[in-house]
């Protein structure tokens, strides 16, 4: 069985950093571009950012840039989000995903719930 | 930044409706583009990929179409599980992806 599981989440106050992780099972994780997306409450879907295969590329939206690093390990079939200097913009749940639709992401974590507020 | 526009926000129909959703880009995506459902408290599930193919376990009463900046997504007669929110997402670039603002499907 596929599966994604998020991790990390929490209350931070503005300022603050998180790392988030992800662990994923049932599918060839090295093969797969892995994204981060998150949905503040009540809103829609937004992209975070993602990383190639072999971490060699990484891209994140424009709100994020300088601030929140995507990585991954491979041999532990691990994706990680370093998010520092968190605002009470950046509250959301995150959700982990894997892009293995030709760039489309076809499986989901649960999600975890990133709360900035003093 | 390629930006996605869905049409209606909100959407009321019945069950056995045929209903469309539509989602524009602010430039041409060619065909990467996908579908997602999202039911509340539940993470979003891949519904169609590359325009128009069909995840595999999605009923085939859902269909997509289209290509450069317009594209729908067409559920040809509703189910009872169907009402939910549904977005659409280009992915024309590994660089940059991005949403559209979402279709709430709400029963009449």
């Known amino acids: 069985e596929v599966q994604l599981v998020e991790s990390g989440g929490g209350l931070v106050q503005p300022g603050g950093s998180l790392r988030l992780s992800c662990v994923a099972s049932g599918f060839t994780f090295s093969s797969y571009w892995m994204s981060w997306v998150r949905q503040a409450p009540g809103k829609g879907l937004e992209w975070v950012a993602n990383?190639?295969?072999?971490?060699?590329?990484?891209y994140y939206v424009d709100s994020v840039k300088g601030r929140f690093t995507i990585s991954r390990d491979n041999a532990e079939n691990s994706l990680f989000l370093q998010m520092n200097s968190l605002r009470a913009e950046d509250t959301a749940v995150y959700y982990c995903?894997?892009?293995?639709?030709?760039?489309?992401?076809?499986?989901w974590g649960q999600g975890t719930q990133v709360t900035v507020s003093s | 930044d390629i930006q996605m526009t869905q049409s209606p926000s909100t959407l009321s129909a019945s069950v056995g409706d045929r209903v469309t959703i539509t989602c524009r880009a602010s430039?041409?995506?060619?065909?990467?583009l996908a579908w997602y459902q999202q039911k509340p408290g539940k993470p979003p599930k891949l519904l169609i990929y590359k325009a128009s193919s069909l995840e595999s376990g999605v009923p085939s009463r859902f269909s997509g179409s289209g290509s450069g900046t317009e594209f729908t997504l067409t559920i040809s007669c509703l189910q009872p599980d169907d009402f939910a929110t549904y977005y659409c997402?280009?992915?024309?670039?590994?660089?940059?992806?991005?949403f559209g603002q979402g279709t709430k499907l709400e029963i009449k």
């Open positions: 430039q041409s995506v060619t065909t990467w």
């Open positions: 995903t894997g892009d293995g639709r030709l760039g489309a992401s076809d499986c």
């Open positions: 990383i190639k295969q072999d971490g060699s590329e990484k």
């Open positions: 997402q280009q992915y024309s670039s590994y660089s940059m992806y991005s």
